[in-house]
């Protein structure tokens, strides 16, 4: 242990003599390499070797070619001088290379702008061509020549627009959202152990949800019976509805098609197990089941739709919903209270529904 000690004293007061003649400048080249390599050997620790990428290269490269030779020899580096040497030549002449290609022959490459707002042109309207794009920037008075228009959709792979035509799932609800509404049964279990099921309908535009009712058997008699109720609703209501999305459930009986077609309303199927294409009806099931059926106790049908019948009040006319722009579907949002005189003399009153299970905000009079 003495002679080990004994043995560090002599080498780092040698060491300390290396350094007298140095000037500062070495000696600070020669601590950022050291550092820089500590920082490699901890970023492959486990790697099984030592590797330097391109920027380390460059870096100790560029950091240790000023200093002499004879230094570069003294120094304690994972490779070896001339390595590092050969690292420097390699970084000048891939400078030199670059400098002394030639420019680029030919018009200048489109602006950025033009070529971001022809990529958005393309992938708002599927059916426009590249003719047809470059008609509509000459109206936005942006002159460029057609030809331009088709490299800019052929460099970042745009198909031509008969091949981009067919329209997504997603696309015909976004389009199709003001008359459209979806429908699907969920079910649940009293506090008894019997299983009822409910019919339920959602509108895509306003969110607005109604509940067709519930019942242990749905039969087909009862299901075409809330398909009538359904359409005398939406006749009171004033509401034009076009299509109605539902999965391929067996408790739809023909009828119940027949009845809608009969209103002028044509029934869209979803894929096989593809809940996603009848997503906002399923959200809305999961909201209900998270708000208000895992946090009470179902006595029987009449408490389940008295229940019901309480969280469509509070969906319809108090909840916020994010895919409205947080509205409510029959309450539009009131004026932004801007005064700081109203803001500072809030007076909120609490409105409680089923016991407290749903908490209803509103301003006291």
């Given at each position: 242990m003495l002679?080990?000690?004994?043995?560090?004293?002599?080498?780092?007061?040698?060491?300390?003599l290396r350094l007298l003649p140095m000037s500062d400048?070495?000696?600070?080249?020669?601590?950022?390499?050291?550092?820089?390599?500590?920082m490699v050997l901890e970023r492959q620790l486990g790697g099984g070797g030592v590797r330097f990428n391109p920027a380390d290269r460059a870096w100790l490269a560029a950091l240790l070619h000023p200093l002499p030779r004879t230094l570069l020899?003294?120094?304690?580096?994972?490779?070896?001088?001339?390595?590092?040497?050969?690292w420097n030549r390699e970084?000048?002449?891939?400078?030199?290379?670059?400098?002394?290609?030639?420019?680029?022959?030919?018009?200048?490459?489109?602006?950025r702008s033009i070529r971001t707002l022809v990529l958005r042109l393309a992938r708002e309207n599927s059916g426009w061509g590249y003719r047809r794009i470059h008609g509509e920037l000459l109206v936005l008075g942006v002159k460029v020549a057609a030809s331009t228009v088709w490299e800019i959709l052929h460099d970042v792979g745009v198909d031509p627009?008969?091949?981009?035509?067919?329209?997504?799932?997603a696309t015909f609800l976004r389009s199709q959202a003001q008359g459209l509404i979806a429908a699907d049964f969920f079910e649940t279990v009293t506090l008894?152990?019997?299983?009822?099921?409910?019919?339920?309908?959602?509108?895509?535009?306003?969110?607005?949800?109604?509940?067709?009712?519930?019942?242990?058997?749905?039969?087909?008699?009862?299901?075409?019976q809330t398909a009538r109720n359904l359409f005398m609703d939406l006749e009171d209501t004033g509401c034009q509805v076009k299509y109605l999305i539902r999965d391929r459930d067996g408790k739809y009986p023909a009828l119940f098609d027949t009845i809608l077609a009969g209103a002028g309303i044509e029934v869209m199927l979803t894929g096989v197990r593809m809940p996603r294409m009848n997503s906002i009806m399923e959200r809305w099931i999961q909201s209900c089941r998270h708000e208000l059926l895992d946090?009470?106790?179902?006595?029987?049908?009449?408490?389940?739709?008295?229940?019901?019948?309480?969280?469509?009040h509070h969906h319809n006319q108090h909840r916020p919903h994010r895919g409205i722009a947080n509205a409510r579907p029959l309450r539009a949002l009131p004026d932004p209270m801007t005064e700081q005189a109203d803001l500072?003399?809030?007076?909120?009153?609490?409105?409680?529904?089923?016991?407290?299970?749903?908490?209803?905000?509103?301003h006291a009079a």
């Open positions: 002679l080990r000690l004994a043995y560090l004293g002599v080498t780092n007061a040698l060491a300390l400048r070495d000696k600070d080249a020669e601590i950022l390499a050291l550092r820089h390599q500590i020899h003294q120094l304690r580096l994972l490779v070896r001088p001339e390595t590092v040497l050969h970084l000048i002449a891939r400078r030199h290379a670059r400098q002394s290609q030639p420019r680029r022959a030919g018009r200048p490459r489109t602006v627009a008969p091949e981009r035509t067919n329209s997504t799932w008894t152990g019997a299983r009822l099921y409910v019919l339920a309908v959602i509108e895509h535009a306003t969110r607005r949800v109604r509940i067709l009712g519930a019942t242990p058997h749905p039969n087909a008699a009862w299901v075409t946090r009470m106790l179902i006595w029987n049908q009449a408490h389940l739709l008295y229940a019901l019948r309480e969280y469509e500072a003399r809030l007076r909120i009153r609490r409105h409680d529904r089923l016991g407290g299970i749903l908490h209803e905000y509103e």
